[in-house]
């Protein structure tokens, strides 16, 4: 995963409540077994008309938007499907960091694993990020992670929350499998202990039971 | 020992690491997997030149995008037959048990859990599957996770958790006919909203959850992330344990009995404490249908459309003002008013066999409307599909004019042929109705499967109240 330090760019707002993960990748593209090249389809349905034409009604079809990297949403981005094509997708288009009230729960998730920040700013503080981004063409940001800080050329100054130990992994790109790794002896330990519980850890017997004739019950 | 919830009880027994400071790593007691989200993680791990740690702790299934017409047929869609290809790989590979698209055991991952008692009370579970979150009906903690997370499981059979809050929400008094377990759950999410639960574990309990059968609680957990919250869950009791014994996957004779005995020390003590608590009552609730373009826009069967101009917050009023164009329809309509092109019956919310009777008693001869140009009804797994099939329930629907398909994912999310149209509108049973969920331009709205069956009778929505063969069973 690619480090996130600190990244400047050019801010497209997508302003509408509840975008869900069905939106950012529609089913359709679910298929591929690739984690890239995913940026072509994201927000397909809106993006484009048929034919694959750009639909010049789509925010960020618009030419001042062209090339952005920081998306400026609103309350509950993400929501709906785990699926992870959504991160992917947001990051094969060429955005970092996404600017928003709140989150869905998975997706915030989801965009750590991948190296993509989700900055959560209040209310009051992304409509004046949605209003400095209308009113300015070429409207840009610095989301800085190492200071938590959001700030512009206008002496705007927005300092945001994360968990610690997120913040770490992003900023040196770590590989969470890898640290969870470090601890094998405890889940070793821990499988050992549990070993007999009942029907928690113990192995299943599948070739026993795989396709037999199945015996669930009427109820 | 402090009391303790549910919730807690589970996590505690799941702890393999805790830091202050840090996520905690808990083990992850069975892990499910479909073709849609699984095939990057495998390569990842193949890449990282990393193994399955508990190859038989992992299930594996095809439901997203199989035919639910006919299995025999070679797949089409290259795309979908490469995932298919690329699971049995990974299987084969990995000693990971799949259930394939021809097994009897195959359905929606969500259906074959608990059916095969592979889901069991006081678990953790996980699924690269927001609806992962219907196993919490056995008393699990089960939740979705995305796909960087399943190759974590896969490699370690741990995840990185946060501590969720926990919320009570609770259903007092009884259940009036005709309303379900739907129903329910659509009323909490329409007050609370869909980001309502967000940071929350549910726990649902009341007089109308106990007296839910497992299958209504399975369907008011399934809508659990849709209301926000990581999963939901219902404490496991003595309908738990009748549903659990005897399934292929549970121990028998004395382990059975050992079970139960960990099993009853789940449910929460008698005062620990909650972050939140919500209460409805039961008497107050009616049948449901959504109008719009998320799961929280949602109304009583009795209701009107309601006018964008009523609800006080501005983002409300702008999103239910782009919902209705979405949706075509305008301020003020009676909900019986709204008529359908097609109607469907299955998903892993409401397609077990419980569904598929209620529905099939209001069917029972008559016939789908004319205008409908589809009705079809999708078990959830081919085990439904072969005890609806016993008890003759394929034929009262084939009769009325149904559709009587093979189990998968199907309309609820269109990865296969079966998809709405643009411009068409659908009564779904399913568990989103969001902008393209069952095909580009398509418009569903959701609701029970006995109010799917009603309306696919009539062509619009009824109140299902005013049928008197309905029991609102399940
Ligand atoms: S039935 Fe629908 S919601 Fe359930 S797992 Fe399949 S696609 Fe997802």
Known sequence: ?219 | MAARTLYEKIWDAHVVREEPGQPTLIYIDRHLIHEGTSPQAFSGLKAAGRKVRRPELTFAVMDHSVSTKNRLLPVLDADARGQFEALERNCAETGVHLFDMNSKNQGIVHIIGPELGITQPGQTIVCGDSHTSTHGAFGALAFGIGTSEIEHVLATQCLTQFKSKTMKVEISGKRPQGVTAKDIILAVIGKIGIAGGNGYVFEYSGEAVRGLSMEGRMTMCNMSIEGGARAGMVAPDETTFAYMEGRPFVPRGKEFQGAVDFWQTLPSDRDAEYDDTLTLYARDLAPMVTWGTNPGMVTQVSDRVPDPASFSDPVDREAATRALVYMDLKPGTAIEDISLDRVFIGSCTNSRLEDLRAAAKVVAGKHVAKSLKQALVVPGSRVVKAEAEAEGLDKVFVAAGFEWRDAGCSMCIGMNDDVLLSGERSASTSNRNFEGRQGKGGRTHLVSPVMAAAAAIEGHFVDIRKWNNVDGAE
């Not at chain 1, 997508?14 to 995913?38: A, E, S, W």
């Not at chain 1, 990051?91 to 960091?97: E, I, N, P, S, T």
């Not at chain 1, 040196?172 to 009942?198: C, M």
């Open chain 1, 1 to 219: 995963m690619e480090p996130f330090i600190k990244h400047t760019g050019l801010v497209a707002p997508l302003d509408r409540v509840n975008v869900d993960t069905d939106q950012m990748v529609p089913k359709q593209f679910l298929k591929l077994q690739t984690r890239q090249g995913y940026g072509r389809v994201l927000f397909y349905d809106w993006r484009y008309l048929p034919g694959e034409k750009p639909n010049p009604e789509f925010i960020l079809n618009a030419p001042r938007y062209k090339s952005a990297s920081v998306i400026l949403a609103r309350a509950n981005f993400g929501c709906g499907s785990s699926r992870e094509h959504a991160p992917w997708a947001i990051l094969d288009y060429g955005f970092r960091a996404i600017l928003a009230p709140s989150y869905a729960d998975i997706f915030y998730n989801n965009c750590f694993k991948n190296g993509i920040l989700p900055v959560t700013l209040s209310n009051e503080q992304i409509d004046e990020l949605f209003a400095r981004t209308e009113r300015k063409e070429g409207y840009r940001v610095t989301v800085d992670l190492e200071q938590q800080v959001v700030t512009d050329d206008q002496g705007l100054r927005y300092s945001f929350e994360v968990d610690p130990f997120r913040r770490d992994c992003l900023l040196k790109g770590l590989d969470d499998i890898g640290l969870t790794l470090v601890h094998e002896p405890r889940i070793s330990a821990f499988e050992a202990k549990n070993l007999k519980h009942p029907a928690m850890y113990e192995a299943v017997d599948v070739k026993h039971h795989s396709d037999s004739p199945q015996s669930a019950r009427h109820n």
